[in-house]
């Protein structure tokens, strides 16, 4: 589109990082609350994983983006939204990767319970 829609493309990326933080947390067996603040979501997701730290200069940089005040009203730049853009990339990259890990480990547990499982028949026999 032209002139490109800066102000819709950030308040997407928000979103899309809202939502990667949400979705985290419903695999954690958290009912996400309504917020869509992104600190908020951010500090809940780190009582699971203390390397969402790391996601506080993206989050806070989309987190206006986001906020009751409507994108149009802002000055938005093309380097503006190229950042947003990087930090929801950022944010979905890092949870999908978290979910990878934690799907991981959880397989490994369940391998390693099938093995001792199957160690502790061998021995009844």
Known sequence: MRPVPLEIVC???EQAAEEALKGYLLYQNIEPSQTQDLGRLCSICL???KAFEGLMGPWERLARYGEPVYPSEMQISDNDMKTAIADADRIMAFVLQRLQLTEEIAQ????QKEQQENAAGQQLT
């Open 108 to 111: 490994k547990d369940d391998e």
């Open 11 to 13: 308040y997407h990326s």
């Open 47 to 49: 009582k699971f994983d």
